[in-house]
């Protein structure tokens, strides 16, 4: 049969395109898929722990697969061969996985975007072996035809290196050096072979003296110091940190300093990552624990980490003199106005409150017959418990750190008749946990912890400069967004409470609300944003929560 040319290429054509389209069908790359499994290559079983469901200390097990070069859905099966745990754990699977005989299954497995997460949980055997021996799990995954595999040591034992409560210190005053005994008990069954502290949160506690095994941390979220020991603690001991001194500083109220051992090197990224670190001065004296050191290698045991942090608090009996500022700059075009109000700290102490909760707030009573424009801001809200309905109440924010010198404002745009002989009453409420009012110990002179501010035809302003603060600044125009030049915005630590959401009290809210608000506040945002930082670091939140339980602000 004869072809025409033209037919011919048509048809060659055509079957490109089919054969194109067929190839598009396919998964792209599914030929080069790599299977991987990211599994923990050792991890301690604590002897007396218990099934995550009747107790608690259980060893969680973390199995991380991935699928490379597979987008599309892939079913498969993971296996642990449990054959080598007997008498060092027991087994717990998650839900979807079995135990048959010595095997554990997680079968009909579906990775989504080439990947998938299992996990399960090792605790106690019925019948341990000594402390110390060891076996390998051998985990096994096919997914696509692809296999992979890992190795995970489990031993029976570790080391809990855990520090001893240290009370809150009453008896010091600015300038004084705390010598607190901070102890360590290892509660595990094994040594742990060194000891590494982490000291952080400085706040009015300065670390004292500088030590050659020590390494120096600062950051614009304040200062850390990790030192090193190289002093086996075995199972059952209790060891004394020796020398170890806190100098309290001169703007000390509530100071703290937060204290964590373990058995290995803090990782120097996550919330260590930000801080430039010196070491200490070659030749000088060595943080001990009150026996030899030695160069030994770690012993490869690992830390199960409970309990092993503390708080160092101390109540200082200084004073601060809280005072609040306003001023009003009417429109002589129209019924407008800027009231402008705050709040400063004149000194000398700075005043913490490490439950996240303000020592002070801003809050702003005007008549009914006032009212509030501009735009919602969030440092400011309605009062949404006041009983009186001929007034308006508006509370605004501060921090839970209020330093020696910090000042506040919030500017309201008000919109009033200025001949009808109106005012407005600013005042600083200081509300606990508790809904009840502190009644601001630290302030003995209260008088100027209250302003009337006329709002009528002439500018009025309250605010008295701060000694050794930033000066007040001028008294803005209406509709100006502009403030004062804040006072140095004070540093927080990653462990400090005031990265917490601090607490809104019973007569407090501050949701909603229409103002604009601006301020020297410098700590708002940094306590707003820190969450985590915080965070975190490295197990300073469980700290947090046992000194809730012991007083939200001593």
């Not at 096919?142 to 296999?147: A, C, H, K, S």
């Not at 000291?199 to 670390?207: K, Q, V």
């Not at 009983?387 to 000042?407: H, L």
């Not at 745009?413 to 200081?430: E, I, M, Q, R």
């Amino acid at each position: 049969m004869h072809i025409s040319r033209s037919r011919s290429l048509g048809l060659a054509s055509a079957l490109a395109v089919l054969a194109l389209g067929s190839a598009t069908a396919i998964p792209a790359h599914a030929a080069d898929a790599t299977l991987k499994i990211e599994a923990p290559d050792s991890v301690a079983v604590d002897p007396s722990s218990t099934a995550p469901d009747h107790g608690s200390n259980s060893t969680a097990v973390q199995l991380h697969l991935t699928l490379s070069d597979h987008p599309a859905p892939a079913t498969g099966r993971v296996t642990v061969d449990l054959a080598p745990l007997q008498g060092i754990a027991s087994v717990m699977p998650q839900s979807g996985c079995t135990i048959a005989g010595q095997v554990l299954t997680c079968d009909m497995q579906t990775m989504y975007d080439g990947k998938l997460d299992l996990r399960y949980y090792l605790y106690g055997p019925a019948a341990a072996r000594e402390a110390g021996s060891s076996a390998v799990l051998h985990t096994t995954a096919v997914f696509d035809g692809r296999t992979a595999t890992a190795d995970t040591k489990v031993t029976l034992g570790g080391s809990n290196l855990t520090v001893k409560e240290v009370d809150t210190n009453r008896g010091l005053k600015p300038g004084d050096t705390w010598t607190p005994d901070i102890a360590v008990t290892n509660k595990g069954q094994l040594p742990a072979s060194q000891l590494y502290f982490t000291f952080t949160g400085r706040m009015d506690l300065s670390f004292v003296p500088r030590f050659s095994n020590c390494e120096y941390g600062t950051s614009a979220n304040g200062d850390v110091v990790i030192c090193t020991v190289h002093s086996e603690v075995a199972a059952g001991e209790t060891v004394h940190l020796d020398p170890i001194g806190f100098k309290v500083d001169s703007t000390a109220y509530y100071a703290y300093e937060d204290v964590r051992v373990t058995a290995t090197a803090p990782a120097k990224d996550g919330w260590l990552g930000g801080y430039t670190f010196t070491p200490g001065p070659p030749g000088g004296p060595r943080l001990t624990v009150g026996k030899p050191e030695t160069q030994g290698a770690p012993n490869g045991v690992i830390d199960f980490g409970r309990n092993n942090a503390v708080a160092l608090a101390a109540v200082v009996p200084n004073t601060a003199d809280f005072s609040v500022e306003g001023g009003w700059a009417p429109d002589q075009g129209s019924g407008l106005g800027e009231l402008t109000v705050g709040m400063a700290d004149n000194g000398p102490a700075s005043i913490f409150w490490r439950s996240g909760s303000y020592p002070a707030i801003v809050r702003v009573t005007v008549p009914k017959a006032v009212k509030v424009l501009s735009g919602s801001q969030p440092k400011c809200g309605l009062n949404q418990q006041n009983q009186d309905p001929a007034v308006t109440v508006w509370d605004c924010t501060t921090s839970p750190y209020i330093k020696n010198g910090q000042r506040y404002w919030s500017f309201f745009t008000l919109d009033l008749d200025h001949n009808a002989g109106l005012s407005a009453k600013v005042t600083l409420p200081s509300i606990g946990e508790d809904g009840q009012d502190s009644g601001m110990p630290w302030d003995p002179d209260k008088s100027n912890n209250e302003v009337v501010i006329p709002l009528g035809t002439t500018t009025n302003t309250t605010r008295p400069t701060v000694p050794g603060g930033s000066a007040s600044p001028g008294t803005p125009t209406p509709g100006s967004s502009a403030s004062g030049s804040p006072a140095a915005t004070p540093s927080t630590s990653p462990s400090t409470g005031a990265t917490a959401s601090p607490s809104t009290s019973a007569s407090t809210s501050a949701v909603g609300g229409s103002l604009a608000s601006t301020g020297a506040d410098g700590m708002g945002t940094t306590a707003t944003a820190g969450g985590a930082a915080i965070l975190l670091g490295g197990g300073v939140l469980a700290l947090a929560n046992r000194r809730r339980k012991r007083g939200a602000h001593e």
